[in-house]
């Protein structure tokens, strides 16, 4: 059964500083990783999408990279802002089905 | 407006009194999804549907039945609710039929079974 977490738990930082964000997956017979982002009490938002056959997707600051073999991705913020704070969670469908999600990473950005 | 729907959005209820949390999407996507979310245990699935009639369990789908008659709507139903369905839920829907696509998500229902 596919397993995700992600480190840290949470993370607070100065607004500017680049930052990482790690998720780690047990079954690498993917189709594909995503990358979410989730503000307080709503629902989620779809930042990026890494197809199995890919090595990294980016979008503007945001840039994730994805290892496969090893069981990895990782999602690297650029210049972060106040505006980035909030919840990032990683999910790894094996066989794309039953969607399984990491516990997420709480991120603030102090002004 | 692509979007997902749910309603209602908040809800308070009593144990063992039936209710049905709707779905909605207007994108024409094959797949949809039910989640929900509890603080220490993140967000979990607890059905998915691949097509019309279509529909199979996701990891706790315990205490809860879902239909899929028609493509853009995908409802959760709640026979005889508990104190521990208390959660928010969320739908999901997405374009291919076995989830690999982008998923979007609804607004989320806060629920609590009293």
């Known amino acids: 059964k596919q397993e995700v977490t992600q480190i840290p738990a949470a993370l607070s930082v100065p607004e500017g500083e680049n930052l990482v964000l790690n998720c780690s997956f047990t079954d690498s017979a993917i189709y594909n990783l995503q990358w979410f982002r989730q503000d307080p009490g709503k629902g989620l938002t779809s930042l990026l999408l890494?197809?199995?056959?890919?090595r990294e997707q980016t979008s503007g600051r945001l840039n994730a990279s994805l290892d496969k073999s090893s069981g990895r991705s990782t999602l690297y913020i650029a210049a972060s802002q106040p505006g980035d704070s909030a919840t990032y969670l990683c999910a790894a469908p094996p066989g794309g089905q039953n969607f399984v999600f990491g516990p997420g990473t709480r991120l603030s950005v102090l002004p | 407006e692509a979007q997902v729907t749910q309603n209602p959005r908040y809800l308070i209820t009593v144990t063992g009194k039936k209710l049905t949390v709707t779905c909605s999407q207007n994108m024409n996507h094959e797949y949809m999804s039910w989640y929900r979310q509890d603080p220490g245990l993140g967000l979990r699935q607890i059905y998915y549907s691949m097509n019309v009639e279509v529909t199979d369990k996701g990891d706790v789908p315990e205490g809860y039945k879902v239909s899929r008659k028609e493509k853009r709507n995908f409802p959760l139903i709640l026979e005889s609710p508990s104190p521990n369905q208390t959660s928010l839920y969320f739908c999901?829907?997405?374009?291919?039929?076995?989830?690999?696509?982008?998923?979007?998500f609804g607004p989320g229902t806060r629920l609590t079974v009293l």
């Open positions: 890494i197809q199995s056959s890919q």
């Open positions: 999901a829907s997405s374009l291919g039929g076995r989830g690999t696509d982008t998923q979007y």
